[in-house]
């Protein structure tokens, strides 16, 4: 969405404890608009709740920060993978929408998406759009898994592309990836959701991640719509988005972007992950 900026790739402590809260005030705005998505709401409804949101905490929406961007939230659908920008789209039963929203909080940030189908609608449809989301949301716990034992950051494109291939045919999109987080919403290193040659940078405490694997049902090939934002899939398939930013600390890693740290997809894998102390 942004030009990565360079900055430290490693965190001090306290800069780990500073990122605690921006993760958390991100959460409540997507869990707001997660609630408020019903058939016929209009995606800038959407946008108004994760703002308000996020300035009634303190935070300042962080993709409004972003140059030409000025909205909250990306609200991606059906075939669009990322970026998708609200506005008088009307949501109807059966769309399968990806919601992408950032806050910043004293000069951090937090960045974090989710994929859900809206109640209602085919039946078929909405299996196969629920079990795409599902693929996709399960690869990206097996990634934030993978970060408490990886050596390297490298390793975790290997096990979220195992993940996903392990549970049918899926495309992995490769033109967009994770990145890390800290100052700025984007940051290095790179976080790849498929295998690559190389070790990358070493996984150690005070590396700070947003891992977001995108997964669509057909072709990774997509294009850019004329409003300079949305990617959508070149074959028209439905794609999803799912995204946590995550922390390496001397004790363990911790989903910044979860208020539980993220133990409910954690503990299932055999990772109970540790506050920031």
């Known amino acids: ?3 990565v900026r360079k900055s430290a790739l490693y965190k001090t402590p306290d800069e780990l404890r500073a990122l605690v809260r921006p993760g958390l005030v991100t959460e409540s705005a ?7 998505i019903v058939p016929g709401v209009r995606t800038a409804e959407l ?5 308000r949101t996020i300035r009634d905490a303190g935070g300042v929406p962080n993709f409004q920060l972003v140059p030409g ?10 075939d669009e993978i990322v970026h998708g920008i609200p506005g008088d789209r009307v949501l109807r039963a059966g769309d399968i929408v990806s919601i992408d929203a950032g806050a910043e909080v004293d000069g951090w940030n937090g960045d974090s998406a989710f994929t859900l189908v809206v109640p209602g609608g085919d039946a078929s449809t909405a299996a196969a759009r629920n079990a795409l989301s599902a693929t996709t949301e399960n690869a990206l716990w097996h990634g934030i898994a993978a970060l408490a034992f990886a050596k390297h950051l490298n390793e975790i494109g290997s096990v979220i592309e195992q993940a996903i291939d392990e549970t049918g045919e899926w495309g992995i999109v490769e033109d967009y990836t994770g990145h890390g987080i800290g100052r700025s919403m984007h ?3 790179p976080v790849f959701n498929y295998s690559v040659r190389g070790n990358g940078p070493a996984v150690r405490p005070g590396l700070v991640v947003a891992i977001e694997p995108m997964v669509t049902a057909g072709t990774i090939d997509s294009a850019t719509d004329p409003d300079g934002w949305t990617v959508r899939t070149l074959d028209g398939s439905d794609a999803a988005h799912w ?3 995550v922390a390496v600390h001397a004790q363990g890693i911790w989903v910044l972007t979860a208020s539980d740290g993220g133990a409910a997809g954690l503990e299932p894998l055999g990772v109970t992950p540790v506050p920031i102390p």
């Open 1 to 3: 969405m942004a030009r």
């Open 30 to 36: 997507l869990r707001a608009v997660r609630d408020a």
């Open 47 to 51: 946008d108004a709740i994760a703002e």
């Open 69 to 78: 961007y000025r909205h909250t939230i990306c609200v991606s659908v059906n």
């Open 187 to 189: 940051e290095d290193p």
């Open 243 to 245: 995204e946590h930013s």
